[in-house]
């Protein structure tokens, strides 16, 4: 048997969290096929050999570069139907929920998200989920014998060391009733390094008492390569573009290294950053409850530390 992994691509490129995907993929005893679609480059697909798949399917329709999710859909179904897929798994994204909610009803699927473990088959096919904002755990029990999981970014690390993988062309049959829903325009947030995809984030708060001190969020984000956020606050006194807020009702970040500088901590905020690999607070108020969600915390003001932080990264 095989399992089919959709592996999100941007600008031509595969997105870290689809390498995740195929790596969850890889450590189930099956072999791993992965699905691509619209304009991808050959030496791009088969690096996901890399991560472990096998065999890439490359879709190469000029109409599926715009994200169309009822279409990924129906390339989907019908990759599972040629290659007698039971088992698909993609990225927990807003690409991915929205594939992945149409591919079941297509395929009579069960669907779990925010997948965080291998699935435990001693007795069935169950799966770890994170629920609540990332506060607790449901074991769910998958019944049905097509199945559908979405990893949680971060989740699982991704494999370097696999071969090579092979590239078929695949040739799906696309009807008009697959782009009923078309997108006319797309606006893109401005930045060298986008929130979703960013692997650091420097975010800051209302403790840096206004827009003109956001240089040194800048300086710092550009010495470590990150993207920079801010909090809901910050946002709505139109400090920073609403683009840049992260939280509940904002964006939510999952990278490996996420500094929260003067942010009290809202439960809103944390909501949005519990998926992070590792949390730095910095905060001259000892009793924040950013700190209680922090790896690591600095009791001391942003405008002393921020600098010196800077000043030995050079």
């Not at 006319?184 to 003109?212: F, N």
Request: aromatic share 6%; proline share 3%.
């Amino acid at each position: 048997m095989s399992v089919l992994v959709f592996a999100e691509t941007a600008e031509g490129k595969v997105k870290n969290n689809s390498l995740e995907a195929v790596s969850y993929a890889s450590a189930i005893d099956q072999e791993v096929i992965a699905l691509v679609l619209g304009d991808v480059d050959e030496s791009e697909a088969e690096s996901l050999g890399k991560s472990g798949a096998k065999k890439v399917l490359h879709a190469s329709d000029d109409r599926l570069n715009h994200g169309i999710s009822s279409a990924y859909a129906s390339v989907l179904a019908q990759a599972v139907e040629q290659f007698g897929i039971n088992l698909v798994i993609m990225a927990n994204s807003s690409l991915g929920d929205a594939v992945a909610a149409r591919l079941s009803i297509k395929i009579q699927a069960s669907l779990a998200g925010n997948v965080v473990e291998l699935p435990d088959t001693s007795n069935g096919f169950s799966v770890k989920r994170s629920i609540f904002t990332g506060k607790a755990f449901s074991i769910v029990k998958l019944e049905g014998d097509r199945k559908i999981i979405l990893i949680k970014k971060n989740s699982v690390g991704i494999k370097e060391d696999g071969d090579g993988a092979s590239v078929e062309k695949f040739d799906p049959v696309l009807s008009d009733d697959d782009f009923k829903v078309s997108i006319k325009s797309t606006e893109k947030a401005e930045g060298d390094i986008l929130l979703p995809d960013a692997d650091i984030v420097v975010s800051g708060g209302r403790g840096l008492k206004g827009p003109e001190n956001w240089g040194m969020i800048e300086d710092l984000a550009k010495k470590l390569g990150a993207a920079t956020g801010c909090s809901k606050p910050v946002s709505d006194m139109e400090w920073r573009p609403h683009h840049e807020h992260v939280g509940q009702t904002g964006v939510k970040v999952a990278p490996s290294l996420y500094f929260a500088i003067g942010i009290s901590g809202a439960i809103q905020h944390l909501a949005g950053i519990n998926g992070s690999k590792v949390i730095v607070a910095i905060n001259k108020d000892p009793e924040a409850p950013i700190f209680k969600a922090a790896d690591y915390g600095i009791v001391g003001d942003a405008f002393d530390v921020i600098p010196k932080l800077i000043e030995a990264l050079d």
